[in-house]
């Protein structure tokens, strides 16, 4: 059973706090993202990566920033909270060949407080 | 850059009913797109993808390259297909695969 998962299912932070949201998945996969998703607004996609240390910035990466040390890990890091970043977030992996499926994780619902 | 439209935010349907999800897209290239679905308390997840040319519970969608679209559809709706849809596109480019999604289309099947 492939899985993808998001180390928390619900997160209070405070403004202007540092926030890691970690994701791990064990399938090998090249390919990680990380997207918010907003009511209205779809899924938003703010950084992915396609190998360890390499990252590509997605249609919103502002105040965010990722690391992917190891293959398996892609972490999202908000360097200061505000409370437009109160979302759920998702993480999904994916294999490098095109046309394949992303498997996504249950998702984090952080709010900033 | 590429894009996916889903114009509907929700669309109501009566059971037994056909539907039809909308999806356009934008992309000079050769799109890969994708349909994914996201049931209530539940992870999202793969519907179907155009390469295919599967049907998955009951679904079917065929990318029409002339109207740049790739509609979702059922011929009758059921109870369990109450759900929100995502039309995906994915771009493979110098660095990676960039998966991106639209806005999303809530369907509501009523009996």
């Known amino acids: 059973d492939v899985k993808v998962t998001q180390s928390s299912r619900y997160l209070v932070k405070r403004t202007g706090e540092k926030v890691f949201l970690e994701c791990v998945q064990d399938m090998d996969h090249e390919n990680m993202f990380w997207y918010r998703q907003d009511p209205g607004l779809g899924l938003r996609l703010i950084y992915f990566?396609?190998?360890?240390?390499?990252?590509e910035k997605g249609d919103i990466p502002e105040g965010y920033s990722v690391s992917r040390e190891k293959k398996e890990r892609f972490s999202l890091i908000l360097e200061s909270a505000s409370t437009n970043q109160t979302s759920m977030y998702l993480c999904?992996?994916?294999?490098?060949?095109?046309?394949?499926?992303?498997?996504f994780g249950q998702g984090t619902r952080l709010t900033v407080v | 850059a590429q894009r996916v439209t889903q114009p509907e935010k929700l669309l109501s349907v009566f059971k037994g009913a056909p539907v039809e999800l909308k999806c356009n897209y934008s992309y000079s290239g050769s799109p890969e797109l994708f349909w994914y679905v996201q049931y209530s308390r539940q992870r999202l997840q793969l519907l179907l993808r155009?390469?295919s040319r599967e049907s998955i519970k009951g679904f079917t969608a065929d990318l029409n390259k002339g109207e740049t679209s790739f509609h979702l559809k059922k011929p009758f709706a059921q109870e369990e297909d109450s759900a929100m849809y995502y039309c995906?596109?994915?771009?493979?480019?110098?660095?990676?695969?960039?998966?991106?999604f639209g806005t999303g289309t809530q369907l509501k099947v009523e009996l």
């Open positions: 155009h390469i």
């Open positions: 995906a596109t994915n771009v493979i480019t110098g660095g990676g695969n960039k998966l991106t």
């Open positions: 990566s396609y190998d360890v240390k390499m990252k």
């Open positions: 999904a992996s994916s294999p490098i060949q095109g046309n394949t499926e992303a498997f």
